[in-house]
């Protein structure tokens, strides 16, 4: 029996936070459960959620890690007055958070560097598009490419502006502090940049003498540009793909998602593909062939795991989106398993204990033809270190502690097992 190695993670919303869909959920194959904060009213909301995920995992006997993504300074249409603006081709407009401007944004933003031959504004994951003319009292002036309907509350992104923002807002700090009292496992910071964005989260974390891992969502031209120090700053990676593909070209996603995997493959941090992974299936119960191939890619690029966004969260087929993601994953990791040139990882050991049974424990597992690998953990970094070698056998983590168990959920190949304190 092939256990399915690569780990899934869908978003709860709407479509999916009654007790039933979340069992189903669960049965069809979660592995970690995001909550998404940027839709989040309420302590009392955010608290019953947790409470089903966590009594859901109970009942079924599976480890279910719970993954907090803090929206961060996510700059939104504001429209004051109106639910959305009839964008006309080749309009001048103003945009800015004052008022008196026609467009208006949720963020009062401090513009710094305008490069205006290649700065625009995009709407709504690039569906409106403006060039930006000029620059006046903090509100930017633009120029319609094309025409089209602006929503509020969507987002909007600024290619080629410098944005003075900080990483973390006063509302996300307050769901950090709400995160870290209800006991989550993965923490995601979104627009991360560089290195330092980590920081304020850490001062938290040191106040309230707590730590969960933190993801580093990359979705930043900047965070590019410094990719290599964040990964060895945060405990994992997320590539966001749809802000990404705002910001950047379209065509240089799949080249960029390889290498941001092979990154972390070296460096031993977990890494997460995103967005619009079988995005038709938000409306559709069939995904199409494009987006087969793409979770599929994700396999043999080797992630560690895939997310569900919309199509779980406000989809119409949350349940059956993850069963025929099981499907996908399953298939492209027994083409991975009979080809064996996916299987020669070669992750540098430099000295380093873990590193070194790590791949002794790969080499052993394919000559032997051994059917388990049992790996006794405390922190749980043992078991990760073993599982990105990417050995063909299955990785069982043994260990006293439920959240290391929990935290365990997201990485490749493993399956936490919760047993008595050992010596």
């Known amino acids: 029996m092939h256990d399915i190695k690569t780990k899934t993670i869908a978003t709860l919303g709407p ?10 959920l669960i049965r069809a194959g979660m592995d970690v459960a995001r909550i998404n904060m940027s839709h989040f009213k309420t302590k009392a909301d955010f608290e019953n959620i947790i409470s089903i995920i966590r009594s859901e995992s109970d009942i079924q006997n599976k480890h279910i890690g719970i993954l907090v993504d803090l929206a961060g300074p996510k700059v939104r249409l504001d429209l004051r007055n109106d639910e959305s603006i009839n964008i006309v081709k080749d309009n001048v407009y103003s945009l800015g958070f004052n008022s008196k401007n026609q467009i208006t944004i949720n ?17 709504d994951d690039g569906k409106i598009v403006f060039k930006v003319l000029d620059k006046k009292n ?36 307050e769901h950090l502090l709400l ?36 993801i580093a969502k990359i979705e930043k031209p900047e965070a590019i540009d410094n990719l290599d120090s964040i990964i060895e700053s945060f405990d994992g990676i997320l590539i966001a793909r749809g802000d990404l593909g705002v910001e950047m070209s379209l065509a240089k996603l799949p080249g960029l998602q390889k290498m941001i995997i092979e990154k972390c493959k070296n460096a031993k941090k977990p890494v997460i593909v995103a ?17 087969v191939n793409d ?3 994700a396999v043999y690029d080797g992630a560690d795991a895939v997310m569900l966004s919309g199509e779980t969260a406000m989809g119409k087929y949350p349940t059956e989106t993850m069963t025929i993601m099981q499907e996908i994953l399953l298939s492209a990791e027994e083409e991975v398993d009979k080809d ?13 204990n873990r590193s070194a049974i790590g791949e002794s424990v790969k080499l052993i597992s394919k000559h032997l033809n051994i059917d388990a690998i049992v790996v006794m953990t405390e922190s749980g970094s043992t078991a990760i270190t073993v599982s990105h070698y990417r ?31 050992f010596n």
């Open 391 to 421: 050995p063909t056998s299955n990785i069982f983590a043994l260990t006293p502690s439920k959240a290391i168990c929990n935290k365990l959920s997201l990485i490749w190949g493993v399956i936490p097992l919760l047993i008595e304190s």
């Open 340 to 352: 064996n040139s996916y299987n020669e990882i070669t992750i540098e050991v430099n000295n380093d």
């Open 15 to 24: 479509a999916s936070n009654s007790v039933s869909i979340i069992s189903d």
């Open 138 to 173: 903090n509100s930017l002036i633009v120029k319609a490419v094309d025409d089209g309907i602006a929503l509020n509350r969507k987002g909007v992104n600024f290619p080629g502006i410098e944005l003075e923002l900080d990483s973390l807002t006063d509302t996300d700090k």
């Open 275 to 291: 967005t619009q992974m079988l995005d038709s299936m938000i409306e559709n119960s069939t995904p199409t062939r494009a987006e």
């Open 179 to 214: 995160a870290t009292q209800n006991d989550i496992d993965w923490l995601a910071l979104s627009f991360v940049r560089n290195s330092h964005d980590i920081n304020p989260v850490l001062d938290i974390y040191k106040k309230e003498d707590i730590y969960i891992p933190i």
């Open 107 to 123: 963020v009062d933003i401090n513009f710094k560097n305008i490069n205006l031959d290649n700065s625009y504004v995009k709407i």
């Open 295 to 297: 979770v599929a890619n």
